[in-house]
């Protein structure tokens, strides 16, 4: 008998966290294009110089979208770099403003959520399923049961996501105030 390698995995241990990420970034992005006056305010709030801040406010958005693009399409390898450089950019943004004291809302999309270590700590576990939509998925077929495993596993994710950051909200006041 062989021994597994994880040259190649179960298709749905890849396509789960693919198409979980592909969601959150679809969510962060259109969320920020569609607020986008708020979004220019959370990167004034995360002290992006003025030069930038017109790129980063609609190309922000745009990359999180082509990396929900990405993670589902034949280029998921390519998709999952992106996920994990964002998060990895995004962790270290709010990192640097909590170890400077600054109260700031996350400005992931959506709700004010505060930063918080917990966030940081999100952000590398989500740099995690990155990782395992970037692994190669073994030469099976996804069948119609498959396809439906994944779409209840992105709806599960999606509330206990909703449920997680629910929990954080209820942690702080949701008034955002910046130490000078």
């Given at each position: 008998?062989?021994?597994?390698?994880?040259?190649?995995?179960?298709?749905?241990?890849?396509?789960i966290?693919a198409a979980w990420?592909?969601?959150l970034f679809?969510?962060?992005?259109?969320?920020k294009l569609?607020?986008s006056?708020m979004?220019?305010?959370?990167l004034?709030a995360?002290?992006?110089p003025?030069r930038?801040?017109?790129l980063?406010?609609h190309g922000?958005?745009?990359?999180?979208?082509?990396v929900?693009a990405?993670?589902?399409?034949p280029?998921?390898?390519?998709?999952s770099?992106g996920?994990?450089?964002?998060?990895a950019?995004?962790?270290?943004?709010?990192?640097?403003?909590?170890?400077?004291?600054r109260?700031l809302?996350?400005?992931?999309?959506?709700e004010?959520?505060?930063?918080s270590?917990?966030?940081v700590?999100?952000?590398?576990?989500?740099m995690?399923?990155?990782?395992?939509a970037?692994?190669?998925p073994a030469?099976r077929?996804?069948?119609l049961a498959?396809?439906?495993?994944?779409?209840?596993a992105?709806?599960?994710g999606?509330?206990?996501?909703?449920?997680?950051?629910?929990?954080?909200?209820?942690?702080r006041?949701?008034r955002?105030?910046?130490k000078h």
């Amino acid at each position: 008998m062989a021994t597994p390698t994880l040259d190649a995995v179960d298709p749905l241990l890849v396509w789960i966290p693919a198409a979980w990420l592909a969601a959150l970034f679809a969510h962060a992005g259109l969320s920020k294009l569609l607020d986008s006056p708020m979004f220019l305010q959370h990167l004034g709030a995360y002290r992006v110089p003025d030069r930038a801040l017109g790129l980063l406010q609609h190309g922000l958005p745009l990359a999180e979208l082509a990396v929900a693009a990405l993670l589902l399409s034949p280029w998921r390898s390519l998709g999952s770099l992106g996920a994990a450089g964002l998060l990895a950019t995004y962790a270290a943004a709010m990192a640097t403003h909590l170890r400077a004291g600054r109260r700031l809302d996350c400005g992931c999309g959506g709700e004010p959520l505060p930063l918080s270590w917990a966030l940081v700590g999100r952000n590398l576990g989500l740099m995690a399923l990155a990782v395992a939509a970037s692994l190669t998925p073994a030469d099976r077929t996804m069948t119609l049961a498959d396809h439906a495993v994944t779409a209840a596993a992105v709806l599960l994710g999606s509330l206990l996501w909703a449920a997680f950051h629910q929990v954080l909200r209820q942690q702080r006041p949701t008034r955002f105030v910046e130490k000078h």
